[in-house]
């Protein structure tokens, strides 16, 4: 609270010079961290008063050491390398996909035709019902994660690439053509950015599905993976790796947003509706 | 009061520019018509802008003029009739057009915006100037290098003005451009259009619902009525033209009965 009023007559009194609204801006970035800082805090201090008991809820001490342990024998940035590789991995394949097939069906009835009706049926299966098949078709290798990831990424960023680029204002493409803009200026220039807000919509929410299918994956089906590495904790009664494998999912997940959030202001930086976000 | 001139100070169409100067194109139309569904907009339309002349169209609204600019400028296909300009040149060649709308490029920067206008030529190296120069003349230059979206309605016109202009078109189709502008904002751009169009000569059809602006700006004033030409005149005043002329205010309110008229 005694920082929020120290901030504020600061930044109001010097808002034009650089520095003060840099520190304002360092600020406005820590604000998000506030509350899960003070969770973090709370939460040990009931650990250490004796509330929450070991083998419930370590304290965040226990599992900052189990990272520490982890981190000294090689297998956390192991497993979070493995981990970070599949999800990548799996939205190159499933993203890329998605976008080509959502840029096609939104610039091409026939494709639409083609394709849509197939693609909305599989749509409404969820991706995790078919991990028995997954499992029966690739074991626990890695094309079993990336299948799961790639399909679950897919949809999210096809359906929202096919909406951005129908939602773009036909005015606007009335006048390039009108203008004779050649047909690669008209897509790059026109429909592509039109259509970008849309697609960023679907990024953010494929990277959700992302994490989420991989953590289901892993635990699973895998030999390596922080999602392997919980299930092999709880097999040891580890709970302290078993929590420290939950926040870096939490964390990994941040990371993404925080990378899709810095590409949206960088993309969309003429849309006043990003500017300060 | 020249707010539009006087601000502009350095104005590029002032200036020696490097294409030689040529006259606009002329435009036949002959027997148009069009329909939307069951509705008839134009049937048997004529009429021939010749080379350099500033045709302004009014008409109550609904009554096909904005359908007969898009057909001359080709936004769309006659169902019957032919549209011809001098050499059997295509609309998009020669022609340009102004939207009631701006339809700026929200995501490309002014100048940007502006080279848009020069269609498959925007790739060669003096894309950049030409369009600087277009902005210039329009008192924009020094927002080049601004988004769209922090200009005013007034300022997004003459930009789009600007894009109009930039590839030197023999034909300008204006579809009630100024429409939506405030009034001081809309004297203004009458100004600049006047202006830019005593400079490049091109033929400029005007589509408006403003017979004081059709007065103010255009040499010939066609009234369209139920899809075919119910009045054509001629307007012989000295430019620039002031509303306080009593000519101006005879030919306004001949034009202005005639459209009321026909509304008993």
């Not at chain 1, 709370?42 to 083998?55: C, I, K, P």
């Not at chain 2, 049937?43 to 898009?70: E, I, M, N, Y």
Request: glycine share 8%.
């Amino acid at each position: 609270m005694s920082q929020t009023l120290a901030a504020r007559p600061r930044a109001l009194k010097a808002p034009a010079f650089n520095v003060p609204s840099l520190a304002r801006g360092a600020y406005r970035a820590t604000q998000g961290w506030l509350i899960p800082f003070g969770l973090i805090v709370l939460w040990q201090a009931a650990s250490s008063a004796g509330l929450l008991s070991d083998s419930v809820l370590p304290s965040p001490f226990a599992v900052l050491a189990a990272g520490w342990r982890l981190t000294l024998t090689g297998e956390l940035p192991r497993n979070v390398e493995v981990s970070f590789l599949r999800a990548m991995a799996g939205l190159v394949v499933g993203g890329g996909i998605g976008f080509a097939l959502g840029l096609a069906n939104g610039l091409s009835t026939l494709s639409d035709r083609l394709t849509d009706s197939t693609l909305q049926m599989i749509r409404n299966i969820p991706h995790l019902a078919l991990i028995p098949l997954v499992i029966l078709w690739f074991g626990i290798e890695e094309e079993a994660k990336l299948f799961l990831v790639a399909l679950g990424v897919f949809f999210p960023i096809y359906a929202n690439t096919l909406h951005g680029v129908r939602s773009v204002d036909p005015q606007l493409i009335e006048m390039a053509k009108s203008y004779g803009m050649p047909r690669a200026d008209l897509f790059f220039r026109v429909i592509l950015p039109g259509a970008l807000p849309s697609i960023f919509v679907g990024l953010r929410y494929a990277l959700g599905i992302m994490w989420l299918t991989l953590i289901v994956a892993e635990t699973i089906a895998a030999q390596s993976g922080i999602g392997y590495m919980a299930m092999q904790a709880r097999e040891f009664m580890l709970i302290d790796v078993v929590v420290l494998s939950i926040l870096i999912y939490a964390l990994l997940g941040k990371l993404a947003d925080v990378v899709a959030r810095a590409l949206e202001r960088a993309c969309l930086s003429w849309n006043p509706n990003y500017r300060n976000v | 009061m020249d707010l539009a001139i006087s601000r502009g100070s350095a104005l590029a169409f002032d200036a020696p520019v490097s294409d030689a100067p040529h006259l606009g194109a002329p435009v036949t139309a002959r027997g148009l018509a069009k329909s939307f569904g069951a509705t008839r907009v134009l049937h048997g339309l004529d009429l021939h802008v010749p080379a350099g002349q500033f045709l302004a169209v009014v008409g109550r609204s609904g009554c096909g003029k904005s359908t007969l600019l898009r057909l001359i400028a080709g936004l769309e296909a006659a169902d019957a009739g032919r549209i011809a300009f001098a050499d059997e040149q295509a609309a998009r060649k020669i022609a340009r057009v102004m939207f009631q709308e701006p339809r700026l490029l929200p995501w490309a920067r002014v100048l940007a915006n502006v080279e848009v206008g020069l269609g498959a030529d925007r790739a060669k190296p003096d894309a950049r100037r030409r369009a600087l120069e277009a902005l210039e003349a329009v008192g924009l230059a020094d927002r080049a290098d601004e988004w769209p979206s922090v200009l005013s309605g007034g300022q997004k016109q003459r930009v789009a003005l600007a894009r109009a202009l930039v590839s030197r078109p023999q034909l300008l189709a204006l579809d009630e451009p100024l429409g939506a502008l405030d009034a001081l904002t809309r004297i203004e751009m009458q100004r600049l259009l006047e202006h830019v169009w005593l400079k490049e000569r091109f033929t400029a059809i005007l589509v408006t619902h403003d017979v004081g602006e059709a007065i103010a700006l255009a040499d010939r004033i066609v009234l369209i009525e139920q899809g075919a030409i119910a009045l054509d005149v001629g307007v012989d005043l000295p430019r620039p033209r002031h509303r306080g002329d009593p000519k101006f205010g005879v030919l306004e309110e001949q034009i202005l009965s005639h459209l009321l008229g026909s509304n008993a």
